[in-house]
C-alpha cells in the first residue's frame, strides 16, 4: 500500500477507494485511477510495485468490499487508517533514519516526493503533470519553484552575455539624440 501510494503519487482518496479491479497484472503492470473530478489515468506499476501488490492480493482473501486495500476486519481501508499505518511505518524509519526525526511525514509528501523524483528524471512538467492527474499545468509548476535542480539547469542553460569590463561611454550622438528639443507644433485654434 505503501509503495502504490509512493509510486503511484496517490491521492489517499485514490489509493483507499482504489478497486481491486483497477488493478492489472497483464503484461505490463498497470492500475486504473479514478482522481479528482471524476478524471481517470491510467499509470504503469513499477516492478517492484507489482510484485508486492501481487503479494498482497494473494493474502488479502476474500473479502465483501471491493477495495483492494481492506483493514483486520475485512473493511474498506480508510483514511485514518492509512494515517494510522503511515505512522507506524514512519516511527520505525526514524530509528535508522534520524533525519526523519521531528519532522512530521504526511501521505501528501509522498505525493510530492515522488512528484519531485518525476520531474528529476524526466525533466519534463508536462508528464510530471500527467502522472499526478492534475488538469491544469499550473497546479504542476509548483514542482519546478521546490527543485533547485531546475533552476541550475535554467541558469546553466543562458549564455552570459560577452561584455566588457569598463566605464560605458555613450557615443556623442547618442547623447545628442537624448537632449534635443522636441520640436512639436502648437495647437491651432
Given amino acids: 500500500m505503501m509503495h502504490l501510494c509512493f509510486a503511484g503519487a496517490l491521492r489517499v482518496s485514490e489509493l483507499v477507494e482504489l478497486p481491486l479491479e483497477?488493478?492489472?497484472?497483464?503484461?505490463?503492470?498497470?492500475?486504473?485511477v479514478?482522481?479528482?473530478?471524476?478524471?481517470?489515468?491510467?499509470?504503469?506499476?513499477?516492478?517492484e510495485t507489482a510484485r508486492d501488490l501481487r503479494a498482497w492480493v494473494a493474502i488479502r482473501g476474500a473479502v465483501s468490499v471491493p477495495e483492494l486495500f481492506v483493514n483486520a476486519t475485512g473493511d474498506a481501508m480508510t483514511r485514518a487508517g492509512f494515517e494510522y499505518i503511515l505512522d507506524k511505518h514512519v516511527c520505525t524509519a526514524k530509528k535508522s533514519c534520524s533525519s526523519l526525526s521531528g519532522r512530521p511525514v504526511s501521505p501528501h509528501q509522498l505525493r510530492?516526493?515522488?512528484?519531485?523524483?518525476?520531474?528529476?528524471?524526466?525533466?519534463?512538467?508536462?508528464?510530471?503533470?500527467?502522472?499526478?492527474?492534475?488538469?491544469?499545468?499550473?497546479?504542476?509548476?509548483?514542482?519546478?519553484?521546490?527543485?533547485?535542480?531546475?533552476?541550475?539547469?535554467?541558469?546553466?542553460a543562458v549564455t552570459p552575455l560577452g561584455l566588457r569590463r569598463g566605464?560605458?561611454?555613450a557615443p556623442d550622438a547618442l547623447i545628442a539624440s537624448l537632449f534635443a528639443p522636441v520640436l512639436c507644433e502648437a495647437p491651432h485654434h
Fill in 22 to 32: 483497477n488493478l492489472s497484472f497483464q503484461r505490463a503492470p498497470s492500475v486504473r
Fill in 34 to 47: 479514478l482522481g479528482k473530478g471524476r478524471r481517470e489515468r491510467c499509470l504503469p506499476l513499477w516492478k
Fill in 112 to 156: 510530492h516526493s515522488c512528484a519531485l523524483m518525476m520531474l528529476q528524471a524526466t525533466h519534463d512538467i508536462r508528464k510530471v503533470a500527467l502522472w499526478l492527474g492534475h488538469a491544469d499545468i499550473r497546479t504542476t509548476e509548483i514542482y519546478l519553484r521546490v527543485d533547485p535542480s531546475e533552476k541550475l539547469e535554467a541558469v546553466a
Fill in 167 to 169: 566605464r560605458f561611454k
